[in-house]
């Protein structure tokens, strides 16, 4: 089982930059897709990107191509998200989530397909 707990979020003015961090448990990291999420007020939560568990694959959802960056560091267990550019629309809570990845496959969009998930930090953005 993993343990994931997510910080580095906080007030910014749109424009601005912030990287979220998300800090895994076991020693087992480096077999997890790892994904962010967000959940914006009123709205579902929504797809942010996706890094598998090489950190070899990416995928990360349109409105935030360019702006976003996943990475992973397999050796300090986490994963992280560079937000740049950020616009008030980018307000909401962040969570991370983790799924044991079997070889040959990547990891997903999906929420339903993650098994594990943080308890999200919340990054507000200020026009």
């Known amino acids: 089982q993993v343990q994931l707990v997510e910080s580095g979020g906080g007030l910014v003015q749109a424009g601005g930059s912030l990287r979220l961090s998300c800090a895994a448990s076991?020693?087992?990291?480096?077999?997890?897709?790892m994904g962010w999420f967000r959940r914006a007020p009123g709205k579902e939560r929504e797809f942010v990107a996706a890094?598998?568990?090489?950190?070899?694959?990416?995928k990360y959802a349109d409105s935030m191509k360019g702006r976003f960056t996943i990475s992973r560091d397999n050796a300090k267990n986490m994963a992280n998200l560079q937000m740049n550019s950020l616009k008030p629309e980018d307000t909401g809570v962040y969570y991370c989530?983790?799924?044991?990845?079997?070889?040959?496959?990547?990891?997903?969009?999906?929420?339903?397909?993650?098994?594990?998930w943080g308890q999200g930090t919340q990054v507000t953005v200020s026009s």
């Open positions: 989530a983790a799924r044991r990845q079997t070889l040959g496959t990547y990891p997903s969009a999906e929420r339903y397909w993650y098994e594990y």
């Open positions: 076991g020693r087992t990291f480096s077999t997890y897709a």
């Open positions: 890094i598998g568990r090489s950190g070899g694959s990416t």
